[in-house]
């Protein structure tokens, strides 16, 4: 919730946006601006998932937590 008053702090998003109004309108694009500041992007970042919708992540995720493990499971079998 704070204001943006420079943009040299934090991270801004741009997103397009397909819009259709129905099926024979010709289909438009928008963009769509956000912004982190930048407390905040220093451990978030701000994603589409794949039903288009924004999502705010972490930056500091666990996503490589097994890797290690696998890596020691092999040390120990040989």
Known sequence: MK???YLREGT?????IVESANKDARKGHKL????LCGDCSANHK?????EK?????????????RR???????LIAS
């Open 46 to 50: 701000l994603e589409r998932t794949p």
């Open 3 to 5: 204001p943006l008053h």
């Open 68 to 74: 290690p493990v696998e890596i020691a499971e092999q």
């Open 32 to 35: 769509e601006h956000y912004w």
């Open 12 to 16: 801004i998003y741009i997103f397009e």
């Open 53 to 65: 919708e924004l999502r705010l992540t972490s930056k500091h995720s666990l996503h490589y937590l």
